[in-house]
């Protein structure tokens, strides 16, 4: 019975985590509107380059948060089955690709807001 619990609560938590990877997809899209959204009505004349920048922060932001999903999704099967076969595994691959996502969206925002 108590074994039975621990497994329940491992795949609920795992659940959760998804719908948090989920969660932080939409953000990064989100800063992909925003700058959107920025660049048309709050500076519309600013320049082929910034014109530019905010495509390219938007294109990015949306590839980023799409790769995120599929990087969720297969990290939600992966610990589902490691928790059916008792099995622990560190999440290292996932922690390395979201820092890189934020470091360059970080890098990306930073460069708009240099040349508005």
Request: hydrophobic share 55%; glycine share 6%; proline share 1%.
């Amino acid at each position: 019975m108590a074994d039975e619990r621990n497994l329940i609560q491992q795949h609920l938590a795992n659940e959760r985590t998804y719908l948090a990877w989920i969660r932080t997809s939409i953000a990064l899209v989100g800063v992909g509107f925003l700058a959107t959204t920025l660049q048309i009505t709050a500076l519309p004349n600013s320049g082929e380059i910034v014109d530019d920048l905010a495509l390219l922060v938007s294109i990015v932001s949306l590839f980023l948060g799409f790769m995120t999903i599929v990087g969720a999704t297969m990290n939600y099967y992966h610990t589902r089955k490691n928790i059916n076969e008792n099995r622990f595994e560190s999440s290292n691959r996932i922690i390395v690709f979201m820092t890189s996502v934020v470091g360059l969206l970080l890098v990306l925002v930073a460069a708009y807001l240099l040349f508005i």
